[in-house]
């Protein structure tokens, strides 16, 4: 009882890894699915990692604005 179905941890990116999301967030604000496997590939991350990212990324952007 009790053990499964829990979140998972939140991902400490690391500040390479911030830095190229950051800048392939400038080139394209919506990554479809050939670039987000990529850049998990090439990131070591997964592409839901890739794409929560993006999300909150654009979530951000929007609160500035």
Do not use: C, P
């Not at 394209?28 to 909150?56: C, D, P």
């Amino acid at each position: 009882s009790g053990g499964r179905g829990g979140r998972r941890l939140r991902t400490a990116f690391s500040a390479e890894q911030i830095s190229t999301l950051e800048s392939s967030f400038q080139r394209q604000q919506y990554l479809g699915a050939a670039e987000r496997r990529q850049l998990a590939g090439r990131m070591r991350l997964s592409e839901v990692q890739i794409k929560t990212w993006f999300q909150n990324r654009r979530m951000k952007l929007k609160r500035q604005l």
